[in-house]
């Protein structure tokens, strides 16, 4: 005991660790890593700042450009126009994504089931209007759309009827959000079927055991399974709903009386900026924008995570 004892006094306390300077392979490291850093400080940092650095003045007419502080931002917070089109790109969220994501997500349990005939090329076919480029696909859709000379208006002319116009005020949001359904369900589906295609099948296969029926494991794994799956699509979807510009944007030549320049945030600050010449305004609106939905996705993202 006495011997155990002094041989545990005899052992020197553990020195400091010494930080090792940066050595070849830390430098390698970075070598690899620069072109990233220097890519994302130009396009996606340096916009941002300079953005930041615009919101803070306003160019007048007499004494030119002045140092306004937070008074834009005080603007765009009490902007009737601005907060228009916030609530209808919220509206068109509620109302589009659940319905988008609904519709990828029974496709890639369907693709997943192994029950569906040709599921190569349904699978293709369902991701293939994703490659279709937005300008395109709503240059296709407003044709379509068309009372005068698409097929709404070929269908008026064959048929005797009188077709509710798609891109009358009261239903020009929900034709931009099925062009939009259609862009992205494949994208979406991809992403839940690839989210599938890891599970192991050995749970299904013991839930089989167990008695689950189809639905049952549907349910109780496959869901269960791919939930950070869903919660990135949502994100995503939540994203790219509040930057909905394209569609609204090529179609707006089309029923310029029912799509205004402020349907949309994003919409909104392109024509402060490009029309009516109020760069300094539109990047504080963009800003706004930005932190909202930032804080949106990431609400979203703690709850999605969250675990039961």
């Not at 994208?187 to 839940?192: A, K, V």
Request: charged share 10%; aromatic share 12%.
């Amino acid at each position: 005991m006495t011997l155990l004892s002094t041989s545990a006094q005899a052992v020197p306390p553990p020195r400091p660790r010494r930080r090792r300077p940066l050595g070849r392979h830390g430098l390698v490291g970075w070598g690899f890593a620069a072109p990233f850093v220097v890519v994302f400080g130009l396009v996606f940092l340096a916009p941002i700042g300079y953005a930041g650095y615009l919101s803070l003045f306003q160019d007048r007419l007499i004494g030119g450009r002045s140092f306004v502080g937070v008074d834009n931002y005080r603007q765009a917070l009490t902007d009737p126009q601005f907060w228009e089109g916030l609530t209808r790109v919220g509206l068109f969220l509620l109302v589009q994504v659940p319905i988008m994501l609904g519709i990828a997500l029974l496709v890639a349990l369907a693709i997943d089931s192994g029950r569906l005939w040709g599921t190569s090329f349904f699978r293709i076919s369902v991701f293939l209007p994703y490659a279709v480029p937005a300008v395109v696909a709503s240059l296709m859709w407003g044709y379509i759309y068309g009372t005068q000379f698409g097929l709404v208006g070929n269908i008026n002319d064959a048929f005797g009827v009188s077709l509710p116009n798609p891109l009358s005020p009261s239903l020009v949001l929900a034709s931009i959000g099925n062009i939009v359904t259609w862009e992205f369900v494949g994208y979406n589906m991809l992403i839940f079927y690839s989210a599938l295609k890891v599970v192991p099948r050995s749970l299904y296969e013991a839930a089989a055991i167990d008695g689950a029926g189809e639905w049952r494991i549907i349910a109780s794994v496959k869901l269960p399974a791919i939930r950070s799956a869903l919660v990135i699509a949502t994100i995503f979807s939540i994203i790219g709903s509040f930057q909905l510009f394209n569609e609204p944007s090529i179609l707006q030549k089309l029923a310029p009386n029912a799509i205004t320049n402020d349907l949309t945030p994003n919409l909104y600050t392109y024509s402060l900026s490009f029309s009516g010449q109020q760069h300094n305004y539109a990047a504080t609106v963009a800003l706004v924008m930005g932190v909202i939905t930032a804080i949106i996705a990431y609400t979203v993202q703690l709850r999605g995570m969250r675990k039961g």
